[in-house]
């Protein structure tokens, strides 16, 4: 079947994605950090339009612009507040250096390549082969939230997931079913409200952010 | 099949008063015992109804939808309905008096709640013909008398005792409950007849035959399982504790015999079947009989007998499996009635005994053997019933312990008819392990009798003790009673026991019992081995009666100080104590025990003279150091291993459902 | 009816000869420590003084100590008067076997044991204490030196044990020699002859029956007495007519009769000859050398018993 | 007005009620009515199915089966004795100062949030639905559990709030997986998430891509229903939230997670005609139990203790589910019941015990049966029944359990027996010196409600000793339902 120049858009838009999570796992400063989430979100609208434009499925568009109000602008925006007025202080402590933790990455893409082969195999959709690298997206935004120290990154790190699964629901299934696709966001946005609430809690009653001091408490 | 119900029924109604009237201690205590008693004779009825008529079953509306709970009367279920009912009966006579007391000191309506569920549960697991009320029975059972257990839970030791004894029990109960698993499976069905003609290969049968000893050995306290015994009986109340002894370990042997012998059936057994519970009764017989001697707390003394007579009722059925499987089925029949008379036996003078031991309790307040004596003066009634149960439990001939002793070692005598098996080697070993046992239970019962009733008061509390009220006395008499009856007509006894072995092993005793007179007990055959308890007893009353009548007008008594080589009178410190009597057979026996002795010694000014000494000595069951503690360390040890999973941070928690999710992706690659 | 006669006549015989052969172990030992050794007659003048004398009681002593001598009485002269003497078919001995007669000498230790504890001096709980441990040890090793015989004879009847040995010529069988050594320590533990027990001391240390008997007095005391002389005599009777029945009167008519009752005194009286040369070689063992002394006993037993399974159960 | 609008209505119109309502008294009676409400509404379904079977409303959005119905009922009537407990309860809560007013008026409205959600994942029929209502009940209870503010608390509704994000994250990517193979043969609308058309042709569905989706779906709603390695938020939720939300948290939430898991596993069954998912559900049951069992020892919070023997129950419930038979589908359905009854009583029992005692570290809780015979017996006895004692249910789920396991897998039954004799120690370990032994002096006396803790007890009693005959008819449908046969 001969490949459109769109569909090879919607190939270029996948590998930008995996592009942006691994520099989400590579970043040290928190605001670098911020800038490459709301890069994440962007690009998410950007290829659920097209994959909107590609497979002719309407309600694509507006998951899209609901994905680039949500996720390109609010959510980082008010993540954005929180940083600047809890004072937090500029670098991400990772617990494994950065290093290991990007070898570890790529061993996860191959991996996750291997699983998602039946799947690519069987369904017929024509953005068949962006699976893999949806999953990769997910098990890498897991591995962030694993290797960080911050409660600000682990965050971060929950957010890119859900932007992930976004991207898997898009690039599988040309998007959920409407109902099913407002509702995840909906729910995405009170977690988002959640964590800042908890922000607030755990700066005043731990005064900082480090997740080793919740645990002495036990 | 009336009374059967009836007699659960009557528990249960006495269970339902003793909620329901917590108002005023006096009308609940007459109640609850009255509907007891009255539960106890209907069970005896139901029982004298199985042994004699045809068995009936019947099925109740509660339990599951597709298995309503079935019910049977048989024999075996009949003969157990007797011992129940006869001690249920003397025990809850005893307690119209006992209660009394013992309401001053502990909340008693716990006891009157759990007294009638404790018998209800008794009741039902005779009666049960499905595994599943089988099962809920049993458990009742084993729940409501930990509650007994733990009645005066303020001390330390009695609640270490009942979480001991809860738990073995639930062990038991699962393992139980695992060999019934391995019936259904074969068989399809839970109820007991479907599982009765169920064909088992060789390898079901045995794990069931395996799982069963275990679970019913734990309940009935066989050597390795019995630690929970000797620690939760003495600490229960003596009512309870009499029947937790006397009858609960006797509804093991039952749930082992239907189990065993009747549902996985003797056709499927293997040869070592028989020689393992012999093997297991013998050292209980003797291990239990050993470790009672060392005792000086009567209550703890007493449990440890129990250990011992339920070793005596597995070597009489050891012997009677080992004939099963060579395919002789009188003498599997004669093995089986003389372990099923010492069940009877047993049951009766262990009831005794214990209700002997709370009522020198309830009047001297003390168990501990060192501060009692002198009690044949102050109880004498009291006296003459203990007496009466220490015979019976030496196995001496007027009474009825020598005649299951008798029939055990008859049964033990055939063992040439195996015909040069290593099995056959292996019995006449057994039958001198329960020689000695018999012969050790003797020096045991002096020791008690003697140390606890004879010689003078060693304690304020011994001297001051009066005698118990009739009621106690009543429930004390009747087991007696009995006694000596079943010591003298075993000939009257036998064929109405004979009902068991026709439904097991379908071969009885009764024709050659009967046809040589209601005089002599042959159980096989004349020329072999015949006795006849009512001329022995003739023979000694006239022979001692004759040079009683001679004396009887000679010279006038004169009372003196005893002989004491001429020194001062002696005073109690000079009497021998339990442990000093124990002493001899302590160092003959020392490598079976695990003994810490504590000296203490506080001198008189200079080192030389010593103002005032004790010795105590505390005799450990071998058992506790090299099988219950390295259970419990690798356990503590695996749950320090599990707490590290917990001790984590909230990284860790992520990487474990990380680690997780790739394992599997990868498993399926 | 009249099998019941003679049967009552050989326990009068026995009850009535005891204190005689006591005196007669007496006066055998006092001759080979050239002594001359009390007139034989003198067993029955120590009974008679007894029976007269006023008894003397301990102030706590309760009815258990005045009851208890009768019932050891009864149950050793019942035990005497199970065992056929001359007649080899006597009928008591189908009312209890060799087990009853074994549980009925039990009865009388387990009830001198009571009289003993109830002075509460030390002497009687010593005595006592030391006669259960060791009865706890030899009733094993008789019982089971008992069994091989009854195992041999398929029946624990004594008659039916005497005829096997009588009619059927048994020839040499080691597991009978077994028991027989086994029952002839047990005997000398079983009846306190001097390794185990002197009986003629009353040296707090060494005595075991003696300790135990202590307190009693009159005829108490001789009831007790003459009850250990129907014992010893028992146990010999015992071993004579168990392993060595030969003269032994098959039918109640006067010739046997007679010849059996020779029979049965001379090797009475060659057992005792035995005795007492054992008792004069042999000095008193220590307290606890004795349980060693049963257990080779209880060893010999089993080695009986296992040697009639390998050798003679193929017979 | 239909009666699953009245159902779902209720307690999310009261949730948002209650958010603005001042905290008067009146408002523990406003929560008891609504929960009221919607357990008539619950029973008055129940009892339609009773008579015409299993239907669905709203075009396919909503769904009733045997499966599903007794569920529902349960969770309402659990809920309602919940709220009873909890009226008292918080008011003492505040009268000591742990709890402000506002605070009490968000826990008013998360509690009927939270039943709101629990609600929508019975009755709905669509995957995505389901996942969003489980989504949604998660994020009320972490607001739940953060009640006291304690750093303690807080600590926990972090942890619960991340490791539970994480696992239904994960199972969002399953059920993304379940659309797409089911889009091509469904087509690409709401009918490609409905459980009921998915459930008949499950055959069509691509095996491997299934099997791949299960193994998302059981590592995200495993971590909801807490099986091992996966369970480490709840000891902490528990030990740290309300006595109420420990409660309802470890009854309901915790099986309505095993209800979303067993839905998918009868599609995964259906697709792959192989076993692979029941042995994975074997697998995770069996380890949850043994852990939970080994771990029961060393606590010294109570209620996180009893959150271990509630890992172990819900491992018992999946290694059922897992053999798949219908005895075996039957015992879980049973022990899920039961369960979540005795379990709900224990903690209203333990809420008060600590607050009698003002603690929950064990060491200092004794003599419970001399200073409060109500709470000392009603413990005594809820462990007798949690520990699968006969006279009550949970006996019988775990008896057929073992009959159904030595069945198919008869050597896997040696570690449970052990399992179970192991966490029967390790809890009544700690419960014995609880219930017993001398009262210490600083217990306070403090007014009881035990009715619903007997109730509790009283049903399981039913349960255990004459099931009714209805619910062993809906129990034995819903069996060969999930075995994938019809009855």
Not at chain 2, 285 to 292: M, P, Q, W
Not at chain 2, 386 to 407: D, H, K, Q, Y
Not at chain 3, 241 to 269: E, H, Q, R, T
Not at chain 4, 115 to 120: A, C, D, E, S
Request: hydrophobic share 55%; glycine share 8%; charged share 10%.
């Amino acid at each position: 079947m001969q490949v459109t120049l769109l569909q090879q858009w919607v190939g270029v838009a996948a590998a930008m994605m995996l592009l942006v999570v691994f520099a989400l796992l590579a970043q040290r400063h928190m605001h670098a950090l911020l800038r490459w989430f709301a890069l994440q979100g962007i690009v998410l609208a950007l290829t659920s339009a097209l994959v909107a434009n590609v497979a002719d499925v309407p309600e694509l568009y507006i998951s899209a612009i609901l994905a680039l109000i949500l996720k390109g602008v609010l959510l980082p925006w008010m993540l954005w507040r929180i940083v600047i007025n809890l004072g937090m202080h500029r670098e991400v402590e990772p617990l494994v250096n950065v290093s290991v933790t990007l070898l570890i990455g790529a061993a996860l893409v191959l991996f996750s390549f291997y699983v998602s082969l039946p799947i690519e195999k069987l369904s017929q959709l024509v953005t068949r082969n962006t699976i893999a690298i949806a999953l990769a997206c997910v098990l890498l935004s897991m591995l962030m939230m694993i290797t960080r120290r911050k409660a600000i990154t682990q965050v971060v790190g929950f957010l890119a997931m859900e932007n992930a699964l976004f991207f898997t629901a898009t690039s599988t299934t040309y998007g959920m079913p409407l109902l099913v696709e407002i509702g995840v966001a909906f729910d995405v946005l009170i977690a988002a409200l959640v964590f800042g609430l908890f922000f607030f809690q755990i700066r005043k009653t731990f005064d900082s952010l480090n997740l080793e001091d919740l645990e002495d408490r036990q | 099949m009336f009374w059967a119900l009836s007699a659960p029924s009557l528990a249960l109604a006495a269970f339902v008063s003793g909620i329901s009237l917590f108002g005023s201690h006096d009308i609940q205590r007459r109640v609850v015992c009255l509907l007891l008693v009255l539960s106890g004779m209907s069970a005896v009825i139901a029982g004298l109804a199985g042994l004699l008529a045809s068995p009936i079953t019947a099925t109740l509306p509660i339990g599951l939808p597709w298995l309503p709970m079935h019910i049977r009367l048989d024999g075996l279920a009949g003969f157990f309905l007797l011992v129940i009912g006869l001690l249920v009966s003397a025990v809850s006579l005893y307690s119209m008096g006992y209660m009394r007391q013992l309401a001053a000191r502990f909340n008693v309506t716990t006891l009157y709640v759990f007294m009638p569920l404790f018998v209800t549960g008794m009741l039902g697991v005779v009666i049960a013909d499905d595994a599943y009320s089988f099962m809920i029975f049993w458990e009742l059972m084993s729940v409501a008398s930990y509650f007994l257990v733990t009645l005066d839970h303020e001390q330390d030791a009695n609640r270490k005792a009942g979480f001991l004894y809860l738990l073995m029990a639930h062990l038991g109960g699962l393992l139980i409950l695992g060999s019934f698993a391995v019936l259904y499976a074969t068989s399809g069905s839970f109820e007991f007849d479907v599982m009765h003609n169920a064909v088992l290969t060789p390898t079901w049968a045995s794990l069931s035959f395996i799982l069963a000893l275990c679970g019913f050995g734990m309940k009935a306290g066989l050597i390795p399982f019995h630690a929970w015994l000797p620690e939760a009986h003495p600490v229960a109340p003596s009512n309870a504790s009499a029947l937790m002894s006397g009858i609960m370990i006797k509804v093991a042997i039952f749930g082992f015999l239907r189990v065993v012998w009747d549902l996985v059936g003797l056709e499927h057994a293997a040869w070592w079947w028989g020689g393992l519970v012999l093997t297991a009764g013998s050292s209980s017989a003797v291990g239990g009989v050993l470790l009672a001697l060392q005792q000086h707390d009567l209550k703890r003394l007493l449990a440890y007998h129990s250990v011992e007579n339920i070793g005596i009722i597995a070597i009489g059925l050891g012997l009677g499996m080992i004939f099963a499987y060579y395919d002789y089925p009188t003498l599997a029949a004669l093995g089986l009635v003389a372990a099923l008379y010492h069940t009877l036996n047993h049951a009766l003078f262990k009831g005794l005994l214990f209700m002997g031991a709370g009522a020198v309790l309830h009047s001297a307040h003390s168990r501990n053997m060192e501060q009692l004596g002198g009690l044949i003066q102050r109880m004498p009634r009291t006296a003459v019933l203990f007496l009466i149960g220490c015979i019976s439990i030496s196995a001496l001939p007027p009474f009825n312990g020598f005649v299951s002793e008798w029939l055990t070692f008859q049964a033990a005598l055939m063992a040439p008819q195996l015909k040069g098996t290593i099995l056959a080697a292996l019995i006449p070993f057994s039958a001198a392990m329960l020689a000695l046992a018999g012969a050790l239970a003797a020096a045991c019962f002096v020791k008690v009798f003697g140390i606890v009733f004879q010689g003078s008061p060693r304690s304020q509390g011994a001297a001051e003790a009066h005698e118990v009220d009739g009621w106690m006395q009543l429930g004390m008499a009747i087991p007696a009673v009995l006694c000596l009856l079943l010591g003298v007509l075993p000939v009257w006894m036998i064929p109405l026991i004979d009902a068991v072995p026709d439904i097991l092993v379908n071969a009885t005793l009764g024709e050659s019992v009967a046809n040589s007179g209601w005089l002599w007990l042959t159980p096989i055959a004349e020329a072999r081995a015949s006795y006849s308890p009512i001329i022995v007893l003739l023979a000694l009353l006239l022979a001692g009666g004759v040079f009683l009548f001679i004396q009887y007008r000679g010279a006038v008594k004169r009372r003196t100080a005893p002989w004491n080589c001429g020194y001062s009178y002696p005073n109690t410190r000079m009497q021998y104590t339990a442990t000093s009597f124990s002493q001899p057979l302590r160092r003959i026996f020392a490598n079976l025990y695990q003994t810490q002795d504590k000296l203490l010694r506080t001198e008189h000014g200079n080192t030389l003279l010593t103002k005032k000494i004790h010795y105590q000595v505390h005799v450990q069951d071998l058992i506790w150091r090299y099988f219950y503690l390295p259970i419990r360390q690798t356990i503590e040890w695996l749950t320090r291993q599990v707490d590290w999973l917990h001790e984590q941070q909230i990284h860790g928690y992520l990487t474990f459902t990380f680690i997780t999710l790739l394992i599997l992706l990868g498993m399926l690659l | 009816m009249s099998l019941w006669i003679w049967n009552l006549i050989e326990a009068l015989l026995i009850i009535g000869m005891a204190p005689f052969t006591a005196t007669l172990v007496k006066r055998l030992k006092a001759r080979l420590q050239n002594r001359r050794g009390p007139p034989l007659l003198q067993g029955y003048r120590n009974l008679a003084k007894l029976f007269i004398k006023q008894p003397v009681l301990a102030s706590q002593a309760s009815w258990l100590f005045r009851a208890a001598p009768y019932v050891i009485f009864a149950a050793t002269s019942l035990a005497a008067a199970i065992m056929p003497v001359i007649l080899v078919a006597t009928p008591l001995t189908s009312a209890a076997d060799i087990i009853a007669l074994v549980a009925l000498l039990a009865l009388a230790r387990f009830f001198t044991a009571l009289g003993a504890m109830d002075v509460g001096t030390a002497f009687g709980g010593m005595g006592a204490s030391r006669e259960m441990t060791f009865a706890a040890l030899t009733e094993p090793a008789l019982l089971m030196s008992i069994f091989v015989l009854s195992m041999v004879a398929h029946s624990t009847n004594m008659t039916a044990m005497i005829d096997i040995v009588l009619n059927t010529g048994l020839g040499l069988r080691p597991s009978l020699a077994f028991a027989l050594a086994a029952l002839g320590l047990v005997t000398i533990a079983e009846t306190g002859r001097i390794p185990v027990d002197n009986p003629a001391t009353h040296l707090e240390l060494t005595m075991v029956h003696e300790a135990m008997i202590l307190e009693y007095s009159g005829r108490y005391l001789a009831l007790i007495e003459w009850a250990n002389q129907i014992k010893l005599l028992l146990f010999a009777t015992l071993i004579l007519n168990l392993f060595f029945p030969w003269g032994m009167a098959g039918s109640p008519d006067p010739l046997y009769m007679v010849i059996a009752a020779v029979a049965w005194f001379g090797k009475l009286l060659v057992l005792f000859v035995l005795l007492a040369l054992f008792e004069t070689w042999m000095a008193k063992m220590r307290i606890f050398r004795v349980p060693e002394y049963l257990g080779l006993a209880f060893l010999l037993a089993i080695l009986g018993m296992l040697t009639h399974y390998i050798l003679e159960v193929g017979v | 007005m239909n009666l699953f609008d009245l159902l779902l209505g209720a307690p999310l119109i009261t949730s948002v009620i209650m958010a603005f309502m001042g905290h008067t008294r009146s408002a523990t009676s406003v929560n008891i009515a609504a929960s009221a409400i919607a357990l008539i509404t619950a029973l008055s379904l129940a009892y339609r199915v009773l008579q015409l079977g299993s239907f669905t409303a709203h075009g396919q959005l909503f769904f009733l089966d045997a499966y599903n119905v007794f569920l529902l009922s349960l969770t309402a009537f659990v809920a309602t004795t919940t709220a009873i407990f909890s009226g008292p309860y918080m008011l003492h809560e505040q009268q000591i100062g742990r709890v402000t007013a506002n605070r009490l008026r968000l826990y008013h409205s998360m509690f009927q949030l939270f039943v709101f959600g629990m609600y929508l994942v019975l009755t709905t029929n669509n995957l995505g639905v389901m996942w969003i209502a489980l989504e949604l009940a998660t994020l009320a209870t972490v607001l739940l559990v953060s009640l006291y503010r304690t750093p303690a608390a807080i600590a926990a509704a972090w942890k619960y709030f991340i490791i539970c994000g994480v696992g239904i994250a994960l199972a969002l990517f399953g059920t993304i997986l379940i659309f797409a193979t089911s889009s091509d043969v469904l087509g690409h609308g709401n009918d490609a998430l409905t459980w009921t058309l998915l459930y008949d042709n499950a055959g069509q569905l691509a095996p491997r891509v299934m099997t791949i989706a299960f193994v998302f779906l059981i590592v995200g709603y495993g971590t909801k229903v807490g099986l091992v390695p996966m369970h480490t938020w709840l000891p902490d939720a528990h030990g740290e939230g309300p006595t109420p939300i420990s409660a309802v948290l470890s009854g309901l939430l915790l099986n309505i997670a095993l209800y979303a898991l067993v839905r998918c596993k009868t599609l995964v069954d259906g697709a792959t005609q192989g076993d692979l998912a029941g042995n994975l559900m074997m697998g995770f049951g069996m380890l949850s139990v043994l852990v939970a069992a080994l771990s029961l020892h060393r606590q010294r919070d109570v209620k996180r203790m009893f959150s271990f023997s509630s890992i172990e129950h819900m491992g018992l419930m999946t290694f059922a589910f897992g053999i798949g038979t219908p005895l075996a589908n039957f015992a879980g359905l049973l022990h899920m019941t039961a369960h979540s009854l005795v379990k709900s009583g224990i903690f209203f029992t333990v809420g008060h015990a600590a607050q009698a005692m003002g603690t929950q570290q064990m060491i200092n809780i004794r003599g419970l049966v001399s200073h409060h015979p109500g709470i000392g017996w009603g413990l005594l006895i809820g462990t007798v029944a949690i520990a699968g004692f006969p006279p009550f249910g949970v006996f019988t789920s775990e008896f057929l359990l073992f009959t159904a396991a030595l069945h198919t897998h008869p050597w896997v039954v040696v570690p449970l027996l052990l399992g179970l004799v192991v966490a029967f120690a390790g809890l009544f370990r700690h419960v014995q010196p609880m219930a017993f032994g001398v009262v210490p002096d600083n217990a306070a006396s403090i007014k009881i409600n035990m009715l619903p803790v007997y109730v509790h007890l009283g049903l399981a009693l039913i349960l255990g000793l004459a099931l009714p005959p209805f619910l062993a008819d809906w129990y034995q449908t819903a069996a060969y339902l999930l075995h994938g046969t019809a009855r």
